[in-house]
């Protein structure tokens, strides 16, 4: 079965850092992109950071660049989101999936589409 969990979402000061955390089971880790998207509430789903899991290439959302680091663990079929100097408007429930969608990137194989439960990501002012 194949399996996408987060990890690492919290309650942070705007300023801030947290480091998110994507555990892949269940399938060759890396065979797919992993993708990192967020959702505020009222607002659309948003794709923030993608990484190509073979060769480590990364791929950034522009509200995202210059704060965000995606990185991968292929031994440990983990893929990290750091995020740093932390915004109000970066609080939002965070996804991790097997594809990758944004106005900067795209990656999507519809034979596999999976993601997370989600992680919450609160921003304090």
């Known amino acids: 079965e194949v399996q996408l969990v987060e990890s690492g979402g919290g309650l942070v000061q705007a300023g801030g850092s947290l480091r998110l955390s994507c555990v892949g089971s269940?399938?060759?880790?890396?065979?797919?992109?992993i993708g990192w998207f967020r959702r505020a509430p009222g607002k659309e789903r948003e794709g923030v950071s993608c990484i190509d899991t073979f060769n480590g290439k990364a791929y950034y959302a522009d509200s995202v660049k210059g704060r965000f680091t995606i990185s991968r663990d292929n031994a440990k079929t983990t893929v990290y989101l750091q995020m740093n100097a932390l915004k109000p408007e970066d609080a939002a429930v965070y996804y991790c999936a097997t594809v990758c969608t944004s106005a900067s990137y795209y990656y999507r194989d519809s034979r596999f589409d999976y993601w997370g439960p989600g992680t919450q990501v609160a921003v304090s002012s």
């Open positions: 269940g399938y060759s880790f890396d065979d797919y992109h």
